[in-house]
């Protein structure tokens, strides 16, 4: 299998960086995305980012990487506390999955703080940042 991750992200990210800078910082999830591919090449990885705000296009690019990726890299943003159906693509997956999270989830509303992709995830990364998703690459480059 290449060593391919998939970087996955889930609804309202598209306005990272626009929406609530006081919780989510001012990077864009293109600034995001250019971080990541340059981290990821000086690990010898290659990269598949993704974002949707449709649940049923990140079902199927966890499908997609079933055949393709070694790892996921997901930020599933809202559909953390709500997608049984994400979980249950992931447990389809045979490979590590490392849940990210720009903000402390555990910080914030009750509601954020049950995620049923932490029922599959390997790794959970929590309040760092964007800096989040260079730590997750250093997981699979181990």
Known sequence: MSKTIYVLN???????GKRQPEIYGSETLADVEAKVRARAATLGLE????????????????????????????????Y?????AILDALNAFEAPVVEVHISNVH??????HHSYVSLRAEAVIAGM??????????YFAR
């Not at 889930?10 to 990272?16: I, M, Y």
């Not at 705000?53 to 997901?74: L, P, T, Y």
Request: charge should be negative; charged fraction near 20%; hydrophobic fraction near 40%.
């Open 10 to 16: 889930g609804p309202n990210l598209n306005l990272l």
């Open 47 to 78: 990269i598949e980012f993704f974002q949707s705000n449709h649940e049923g296009a990140i079902i199927d690019k966890i499908h997609e990487a079933r055949e393709k990726a070694q790892g996921i890299i997901i930020n599933p943003a809202a």
């Open 129 to 138: 940042g964007t800096l989040g998703y260079q730590v997750a690459l250093e």
């Open 107 to 112: 910080k914030r509303e009750s509601f954020r």
């Open 80 to 84: 953390t506390h709500t997608s049984v």
